[in-house]
């Protein structure tokens, strides 16, 4: 597989609209000049040795749909990437242990995404209530935020139709189950 740092002259590639490297040897930091490919709809760099910070020229991929960066050690503001990409359909950012971030605080820009479809950001440092909006996004199917440091409750409404997986283990929430927990999720596994 491909190894080494990714070279900054990547981002002359301004019309690409897939860029997947993913499973393979990288190293060092996610290249700033990703954010001039403006065109840039699915970024995949999942399961390599990249570490550093999330470039926030990154933050400016407004077409961004697909954002796999699972499994290596990258940071991160959670908050300021849920704001920026209103679009994503998947974000998965597992296994990083250096996204951060007040969940409960990206209520608003987590109802403006309306298209997501996955989210997963099992083991990281999220922090703070659990987003009611999450548990309302009409498409969402997949919700995975085990291993963070959550708190708060289920909200008592769960209105979202498509949801399967809801994986909230190992944070600090407390409470029960809400009353009508699967009511208006009848898909829940």
């Excluded at 987003?131 to 199917?141: D, G, Y």
Aim: overall charge negative; hydrophobic content about 40%.
């Amino acid at each position: 597989g491909l190894k080494g740092e990714l070279p900054a002259s990547i981002g002359a590639l301004e019309d690409l609209q897939i860029l997947n490297l993913g499973t393979n040897t990288l190293s060092g930091p996610i290249p700033a000049a990703i954010g001039k490919m403006k065109r840039l709809r699915v970024l995949r760099l999942s399961y390599n040795g990249l570490k550093g910070k999330y470039p926030d020229e990154l933050l400016a991929l407004e077409k961004l749909e697909l954002l796999e960066l699972p499994y290596n050690e990258i940071v991160g503001d959670v908050n300021k990437m849920l704001k920026a990409y209103p679009n994503m359909k998947k974000m998965n950012l597992r296994g990083n242990r250096g996204f951060s971030g007040d969940l409960g605080a990206a209520n608003d820009d987590i109802a403006k995404m309306q298209e997501l479809l996955y989210l997963d950001m099992h083991w990281n440092n999220l922090g703070g209530d659990l987003p009611e909006a999450l548990f309302s996004l009409p498409k969402v199917e997949e919700i995975v935020i085990s291993n963070n440091e959550l708190s708060g409750s289920i909200p008592e409404s769960i209105r979202a139709p498509n949801l399967k997986v809801l994986a909230l283990s190992e944070n600090f929430i407390s409470g029960g189950l809400p009353e009508g927990l699967g009511e208006h999720s009848p898909n829940m596994v």
